[in-house]
Nanobody, 124 residues
Framework: QVQLVESGGGLVQAGGSLRLSCAAS????????MGWFRQAPGKEREFVAA????????FYADSVKGRFTISRDNAKDTVYLQMNSLTPEDTAIYYC?????????????????WGQGTQVTVSS
């Protein structure tokens, strides 16, 4: 399994921005599809964004489209999630995810590896 370590979470006011990072300990990182999921209290884990192994294709949940941007740096084995125009509804634990293959599944059950999660709290 790929070891994933997230960072960059925190407390921000509504309308603010945060940038999450996820560092992978995998020398073949460039052959893994990467993405982000989130889980709010009392809710199921949900898909947020994904990026193909080349970075040429990106996918977003409707709820974050236009506000969040996923990117990756294969030279640094790192994937990022830039989150802008945050709202209290974005409050959740954000998990980095990876799976072999070109595209990441949007279903948590299909994910190969998870990070430990990083808390994002948006105050109103």
């Amino acid at each position: 399994q790929v070891q994933l370590v997230e960072s960059g979470g925190g407390l921000v006011q509504a309308g603010g921005s945060l940038r999450l990072s996820c560092a992978a300990s995998e020398r073949t990182f460039s052959t893994y599809a990467m993405g982000w999921f989130r889980q709010a209290p009392g809710k199921e884990r949900e898909f947020v964004a994904a990026i193909s192994w080349t970075g040429s294709s990106t996918f977003y949940a409707d709820s974050v489209k236009g506000r969040f941007t996923i990117s990756r740096d294969n030279a640094k084995d790192t994937v990022y999630l830039q989150m802008n125009s945050l709202t209290p509804e974005d409050t959740a634990i954000y998990y980095c995810a990876s799976s072999r293959g070109y595209v990441l599944s949007t279903y948590p059950v299909d994910i190969g590896s998870w990070g430990q999660g990083t808390q994002v709290t948006v105050s109103s």
